[in-house]
């Protein structure tokens, strides 16, 4: 079965700092790996989808990465803004053939 | 477009009481998803349809939870009785087909409480 991490649970960081998000996944013969936004009371928001023939995809100041080998992800936010403050959240199709989420990283940008 | 739109957005229930949840998904989409989300944990699948059939379905409580989607379209996810572990929220998630390489699209969730 797929298990899904992420460190740390929590990140504060001052405005316009970059910053790196990290996701761990179980099982290496991931489809692919989709990261998602969810601010407070709300639906989740997909950010990126990287398939697994990709290294990697990129949209505006995000920048995510997925190295199979490893079991690892990681999203880069460039130059973080207060409006980034969220939680974010990755999951990955497996073997399963479902989408498996991690628990999130609950972002504070402070001004 | 509309994006996935579910309802009611909030629901506060006595334990013991019936509840259902609808899901109208983005127009054209094939498979729709039910995945329920406990207080700081990410989303965990309940149930995933393609058109009208439920392909996957191993994650329902289905002493207690049912589910349809009637014409491949709307859907409602029925609890009853609920208890109080079920206070959570409840997604809806919408995909053109199904598949690893098909964004999943969500619907703003109903949180539910159950007193």
């Known amino acids: 079965k797929q298990e899904v991490t992420q460190i740390p649970a929590a990140l504060s960081v001052p405005e316009g700092e970059n910053l790196v998000l990290n996701c761990s996944f179980t099982?290496?013969?991931?489809?692919?790996l989709q990261w998602f936004r969810q601010d407070p009371g709300k639906g989740l928001t997909s950010l990126l989808l990287?398939?697994?023939?990709?290294r990697e995809q990129t949209s505006g100041r995000l920048n995510a990465s997925l190295d199979k080998s490893s079991g690892r992800s990681t999203l880069y936010i460039a130059a973080s803004q207060p409006g980034d403050s969220a939680t974010y959240l990755c999951?990955?199709?497996?073997?399963?053939?479902?989408?498996?989420f991690g628990s999130g990283t609950q972002l504070t940008v402070l001004p | 477009e509309a994006g996935v739109v579910q309802s009611p957005r909030y629901k506060i229930i006595e334990k013991k009481q019936p509840v259902a949840f609808w899901c109208n998904p983005i127009s054209g989409h094939n498979t729709l998803y039910w995945y329920l989300q406990n207080l700081g944990q990410g989303p965990e699948l309940l149930i995933r349809?393609?058109?009208?059939?439920?392909?996957?379905d191993s994650q329902l409580p289905k002493d207690r939870f049912s589910a349809e989607r009637l014409k491949g379209v709307d859907s409602t996810l029925k609890i009853q009785p609920a208890e109080l572990g079920d206070s959570a929220v409840y997604l809806c998630?919408?995909?053109?087909?199904?598949?690893?390489?098909?964004?999943?699209?969500f619907g703003p969730g109903t949180r539910l409480t159950v007193t």
């Open positions: 998630a919408s995909s053109l087909y199904p598949g690893a390489d098909y964004e999943q699209y």
């Open positions: 990287i398939q697994s023939s990709q």
């Open positions: 999951a990955g199709i497996g073997s399963a053939r479902q989408l498996t």
């Open positions: 349809y393609e058109n009208e059939e439920a392909v996957d």
């Open positions: 099982d290496s013969a991931i489809y692919n």
